[in-house]
């Protein structure tokens, strides 16, 4: 039992245009990271949030930004849309990022078409 | 940087038979590495994990055995069922300023046939 969930979970948007994504965390859970993963890849790091605090960015350009909110809900932005934004968007929430043996418990994830 | 090699799939496979998915790892630190898997539609479930070397990992039939010397967490089932079908990520956890983010390999399709 997971407990994130993501919204939308499909979505269409025109290049150039912007878009946001939502994540709730599962209860109790104050980390909340979210992935970019391209058809046939594995899940490429974007940013992760530590109790409203960016704690760690990917390779990812500054139209990529997120927020997290005072409950752990997290959202995530892009602006100017590129037709290589297209994939499947994970948010994964889990307890502490300061463990390494700590379980990230994903939602099923936005499928984002840009055209 | 940290990287994770996984084998090129698809993996097909017929009910019963034995399973490996090869995976190997480089990185900086000493990490942990997991195993999560994607079914058709659905977002990624933790399947094992393993902490430290020579820990064996297992859940659901599955297994995976941190060996260091190799650098390696090879997943194996002795018997697949139909409903394994799948895409199989390995991942590792190293840290980063402090923050384990996890590294994930491409993944393995894994196809069982009845």
């Known amino acids: 039992e997971t407990g994130v969930t993501q919204s939308p979970t499909h979505l269409i948007k025109t290049r150039g245009q912007q878009v946001t994504l939502r994540c709730s965390s599962q209860?109790?859970?104050?980390?909340v990271s979210w992935y970019q993963q391209a058809l046939g890849q594995g899940p490429q790091f974007i940013f992760q949030?530590?109790?409203?605090?960016?704690?760690g960015r990917g390779n990812f350009p500054p139209r990529f930004s997120g927020l997290q909110f005072p409950n752990y809900s997290s959202e995530l932005n892009v602006n100017a849309l590129e037709l290589d934004d297209s994939a499947l968007y994970l948010c994964?929430?889990?307890?502490?990022?300061?463990?390494?043996?700590?379980?990230?418990?994903f939602g099923q994830g936005t499928r984002l078409t840009v055209v | 940087g940290d990287s994770v090699t996984q084998m090129e799939g698809p993996v097909t496979l017929s009910e019963e038979a034995f399973l490996t998915i090869n995976c190997t790892y480089t990185?900086?630190?000493?990490?942990?590495l997991f195993w999560y898997v994607q079914y058709p539609g659905e977002g990624l479930q933790l399947l094992l994990k393993?902490?430290?070397?020579?820990d064996k990992g297992s859940n659901k039939g599955f297994e995976a055995t941190y060996r260091k010397e190799t650098t390696s967490f090879h997943l194996e089932k002795g018997s697949v069922q139909v409903s394994d079908s799948a895409v199989y990520f390995c991942?590792?956890?190293?840290?980063?300023?402090?923050?384990?983010?996890?590294?994930f390999g491409r993944g393995t399709s894994l196809i069982v046939h009845p």
């Open positions: 994964a929430s889990s307890l502490d990022p300061g463990q390494s043996n700590t379980e990230a418990f």
């Open positions: 209860s109790g859970h104050n980390t």
């Open positions: 949030y530590y109790r409203e605090e960016e704690n």
């Open positions: 990185a900086t630190g000493y990490p942990s």
């Open positions: 393993a902490t430290k070397a020579d």
């Open positions: 991942a590792l956890s190293d840290p980063v300023g402090g923050s384990y983010i996890p590294t």
